[in-house]
């Protein structure tokens, strides 16, 4: 499975949209984007995933360049609730229980 | 709503004891996983299970012994624990339809 590469940490100010950066250079024309975000303590929670269009849900957006190499996450209007790591893993469709999740990107909402 | 249930929630434990980890769902999912998280390690996939009746081994096997006699439960087992073992265990679901994985809220094990 391909490797992705995120920042460690980043900060966002309340009600503003926020940005998670993925770098995955080496994906693979079957492998998915997902995402997942861990709040301290919790067990981690499923975001979005996408193959190759940009995908839209209730939580947030999956922008994937058109190479694919890099992806997208973006949470509209953050809040306080979305305190937590979030990881970017990409992954063959047909595995996608077994996720390699890596440091992730800690995000911090201020108020 | 319960989704997956783990138990215990905490728990310390001497080394060389035997423990299960118990994980429950009630989401009638097909495939179950158990995953542990260490600091600056991530989360690491130790054993999983497509369907009832079938196992497989993860990234981090050793030591560690699953079943899965129904859909609904997928115990862990640590024979002879070792300090080691020492982590948060996550267990997770999936509907191999949706392709997004339901994770409880985990069990912290410290062996002494």
């Known amino acids: 499975d391909a490797k992705t590469t995120q920042p460690p940490s980043m900060d966002c100010a309340e009600g503003r949209a926020a940005n998670l950066p993925c770098n995955h250079s080496t994906i693979s024309g079957n492998e998915y984007v997902y995402w997942y975000r861990q709040i301290h303590s919790q067990g981690p929670q499923y975001i979005i995933h996408?193959?190759?269009n940009n995908e839209t849900n209730e939580m947030a957006s999956l922008i994937i360049t058109e190479d694919r190499k890099s992806s997208t996450l973006i949470l509209p209007h953050a809040t306080l609730r979305d305190t937590a790591v979030y990881y970017c893993?990409?992954?063959?469709?047909?595995?996608?229980?077994?996720?390699?999740f890596g440091a992730g990107t800690q995000v911090v909402v201020t108020p | 709503i319960a989704g997956i249930t783990q138990a215990p929630t905490s728990q310390i434990l001497a080394a060389g004891r035997r423990m299960t980890l118990r994980c429950t769902q009630d989401m009638r999912h097909n495939a179950m996983y158990w995953y542990r998280q260490d600091l600056g390690l991530g989360l690491r996939l130790i054993h999983y299970s497509n369907t009832a009746g079938t196992t497989g081994k993860g990234e981090v096997p050793d030591g560690y012994s699953v079943s899965r006699a129904n859909t609904d439960d997928f115990p862990l087992t640590l024979a002879s624990a070792v300090p080691s073992q020492t982590s948060v265990y996550f267990c997770?679901?999936?509907?191999?339809?949706?392709?997004?994985?339901?994770f409880g809220e985990g069990s912290r094990l410290t062996v002494l």
């Open positions: 893993i990409v992954i063959r469709g047909d595995s996608w229980g077994k996720l390699q």
């Open positions: 997770a679901s999936s509907d191999s339809r949706l392709g997004e994985l339901f």
């Open positions: 996408g193959l190759k």
